[in-house]
């Protein structure tokens, strides 16, 4: 576990029933973090987080690139959660079979990626709903992480997140 340096922020902490947390508008809210978390190697994302808004895709967060590469987590417009990456230039993806509606809620997603088994995993509420074959070493590339959208200015998430951790483990 360690700190992520280099933050840009075009958001606001707000006081929430979930919490102190980080509200994104759904338009133009993003936090950017410096190039990291590439590679071959396990690693495991947790979102603790509130939608704001049901029907539209949310990227909670991205690090896709041009040229088809990077992963991100999000939440479709059919209210399923979905964890996808890029690798050897084909996408993989779990999804959830739960749908992610209530937006009075906090939710709890994770995404997992364990190099050594070739998958990926997503768990929604300690649960885990979905995993996909992942075989190939993830594409990286040089986009910052982005939490809130694409690092493209899209699929902009109309969420409040309270929590977001990454680790170097499955």
């Known amino acids: 576990q360690g700190a992520l340096n280099g933050a840009t922020l075009s958001t606001a902490w707000i006081d929430d029933h979930g919490g102190r947390g980080l509200a994104f508008d759904g338009s133009a809210s993003y936090v950017d973090f410096d190039d ?4 071959e190697r396990d690693w ?14 949310h ?3 991205s690090k896709e690139g ?3 590469s990077g992963y991100e987590m999000s939440i479709s417009s059919g209210n399923t959660a979905e964890f996808g990456c890029f690798g050897g230039g084909s996408y993989s993806n779990a999804q959830t079979t739960s749908t992610i509606t209530d937006t009075s809620r906090i939710y709890h ?9 070739g998958t990926i995993k997503i768990f929604l509420d ?14 990286i590339n040089s986009s910052p992480l982005r939490v809130g959208s694409r690092p493209n200015n899209s699929n902009w998430a109309n969420v409040v997140i309270y929590d977001l951790k990454m680790f170097n483990r499955a």
Not at 126 to 139: L, M, N, Q, T
């Open 126 to 139: 300690a649960k885990e709903e979905g995993s996909a074959s992942a075989g190939s070493p993830i594409d």
């Open 66 to 68: 041009s040229g088809a």
């Open 109 to 117: 997603l994770a995404g997992v990626r364990n190099a050594a088994a």
């Open 44 to 57: 495991s994302i947790l979102i603790k987080f509130r939608r704001r808004a049901t029907g539209t895709r």
């Open 36 to 39: 990291v978390f590439d590679g």
């Open 59 to 61: 990227d909670l967060i």
